[in-house]
């Protein structure tokens, strides 16, 4: 009974010691978890609005504190959606030349201007890329797995978009 006690707290003692090392690891290299993003502007106007990125990238920017405007008037920043574009490709092909694999991409395309300046910062890309296995077999699967591919795709590519509106330098007013 001695002994059973004993090896117990021994493997609590180790679990214990394990957790700790792990947290100082994960602390002592810098992680952190994500924030909200650090955007030097309060109101925004998208212009673009048919995209269907625009909702993720509204509710996005919602949660980080930021007005998304239903007009122009009294946005410190224009945000405009050129267009987004999905593309599947054959990756490769079995023996027989049957679809083994699948490219998925997805590009969005956007610029921004402040409303005192008309000339607008050149068309930014954002192309985000996946593979995916393909079997004629579970086909429903599959199809549910590029759906969800491309939701993936398209919520990198908002936070992608995020990372560069926050790298913009406003002009002082």
Not at 30 to 58: E, H, M, T, V, W
Not at 130 to 139: G, T
Request: aromatic residues 6%.
């Amino acid at each position: 009974m001695q002994n059973l006690r004993t090896i117990a707290t021994r493997q609590l003692n180790l679990s214990l010691s394990l957790a700790l090392m792990c947290s100082l690891i994960l602390s002592a290299c810098g992680f952190q978890l994500r924030g909200a993003a650090n955007l030097p502007f309060q109101k925004l106007y998208i212009q673009g609005g048919g995209i269907s990125i625009s909702r993720d990238l509204k509710q996005s920017l919602e949660t980080n504190g930021i007005q998304v405007l239903d007009s122009p008037e009294g946005a410190e920043l224009l945000l405009e959606v050129q267009g987004e574009n999905y593309e599947k490709r054959i990756l490769s092909l079995s023996g027989t030349g049957v679809v083994r694999e699948f490219e998925l991409f997805y590009r969005v395309s956007f610029r921004t201007r402040e409303p005192a300046n008309p000339i607008w910062s050149t068309v930014q890309t954002v192309q985000q890329r996946r593979d995916f296995s393909y079997n004629d077999s579970a086909l429903l699967g599959k199809a549910e797995e590029e759906a969800m591919l491309n939701s993936d795709m398209r919520k990198d590519a908002v936070r992608e978009v995020l990372r560069r509106l926050s790298a913009i330098k406003l002009t002082a007013k």
